[in-house]
């Protein structure tokens, strides 16, 4: 598997202390700076040019007055995607095990920094949670509710795994992350006709599943 590296770049010729993410892509380092690497909401980063293999293990002085390097982590990479208007990478290191976005989008106020990082799991830690926070449902109803119930806990349980595998940084078959209509339609049409607090906890459970599915999501740019 490719590797990455992340540094801390100290003493660097503009005065700004900064991380350096290289991601081992055709034979290069691909390379970023970063103003930090919380990797939580949007933060500053800008493309820098690529650099050489043995930087993904260097420490110590550069050449010149360019300071000098100390390595936070280090270890494998997954692509997600890689276009134009972004790409969405798994670190997997001895520290670190997280999913990011980089794209070439400036975050508000961050002048001279022309692209942004951020935790591509955000919404789905999220969707997580909400679902975790869902009182444990009652039983149908009815019979006819039963086959029901049994296909909206299967999407759940998949989905749930996936999210799992996607917040770990972990390889996901995207292809799984699916919910069906058919089953959403049929929650819709019971309701029209019964309003019971079963039917409406359900349909809530189907519309946090659907986002959650959403989430887990090679890129962070919406398909043409």
Avoid: C, N
């Amino acid at each position: 598997m490719p590797r990455f590296t992340i540094s801390r770049h100290s003493g660097a010729p503009d005065g700004k202390d900064h991380y350096d993410l290289f991601l081992e892509r055709g034979g290069t380092l691909k390379s970023w700076r970063l103003r930090d690497v919380d990797f939580g909401d949007a933060a500053p980063a800008t493309e820098a040019p690529d650099h050489d293999l043995k930087y993904l293990a260097y420490e110590g002085k550069l050449s010149g007055t360019k300071g000098s390097v100390a390595v936070v982590d280090t270890g494998t990479w997954l692509e997600d995607s890689w276009t134009p208007k972004g790409l969405q990478a798994a670190l997997s290191g001895g520290r670190m095990k997280r999913r990011i976005w980089l794209a070439p989008r400036p975050v508000v106020g961050a002048e001279g920094w022309g692209w942004s990082v951020e935790d591509a799991t955000l919404a789905t830690r999220r969707l997580t949670a909400a679902l975790l926070r869902e009182p444990s449902p009652d039983p149908p109803p009815s019979r006819e509710l039963e086959a029901v119930a049994k296909s909206l806990d299967e999407e759940e349980r998949v989905l749930v795994m996936l999210a799992d595998q996607f917040m770990k940084a972990a390889p996901v078959e995207w292809s799984r992350a699916l919910t069906d209509p058919e089953l959403r339609g049929g929650i819709v049409s019971a309701l029209a006709r019964w309003r019971h607090p079963w039917l409406e906890s359900a349909e809530r459970r189907a519309r946090i599943v659907d986002e959650l599915a959403k989430s887990i999501a090679p890129s962070r740019v919406p398909p043409d």
